[in-house]
């Protein structure tokens, strides 16, 4: 498992890229901005 920090903007696009990454078994941490994650 990969542990992932996904930075997006657009909540849409961070969920569902966020959601993929995870139902391939990695750990994901979504933010919007760098400053949050």
């Known amino acids: 498992m990969s542990r992932v920090l ?3 903007d657009d909540p849409a696009v961070r ?3 966020a ?4 139902r ?3 750990d994901v ?3 919007a901005t760098g400053e949050e994650g």
């Open 6 to 8: 996904l930075i997006e």
């Open 15 to 17: 969920e569902g890229v």
């Open 19 to 22: 959601l993929a990454l995870r």
């Open 24 to 26: 391939q078994n990695h």
């Open 29 to 31: 941490t979504a933010t």
